[in-house]
């Protein structure tokens, strides 16, 4: 899900990046791209508005990604045999 979208930001990355965006936020849905804002909270209201409640891609503008790394209990015992 949301792929088409994180293709089309992935080709518009460095101009989004050279017009000055970096640290703001682009929404896309498809192949359309609705706005970039300052904040997170404006992107996600002007997303709501427009395309309601169906998946669209709010993405923060960044010239490198951040990178998490998340496990889970590896060394925790299984609750749900408890």
Do not use: W
Request: charged fraction near 30%; glycine fraction near 8%; charge should be negative.
């Amino acid at each position: 899900m949301l792929e088409k979208e994180l293709e089309i930001y992935n080709k518009l990355k460095e101009e989004l990046l050279e017009k000055g965006n970096e640290g703001k936020f682009v929404v896309i849905k498809g192949e359309e791209v609705l706005d970039i804002f300052t904040n997170y909270e404006d992107a996600l209201r002007q997303g709501l508005k427009r395309y309601g409640n169906t998946p669209f891609l709010i993405k923060e503008i960044t010239q490198f990604e951040e990178i998490n790394y998340f496990h889970h209990g590896v060394d925790l015992p299984c609750q749900a045999s408890a």
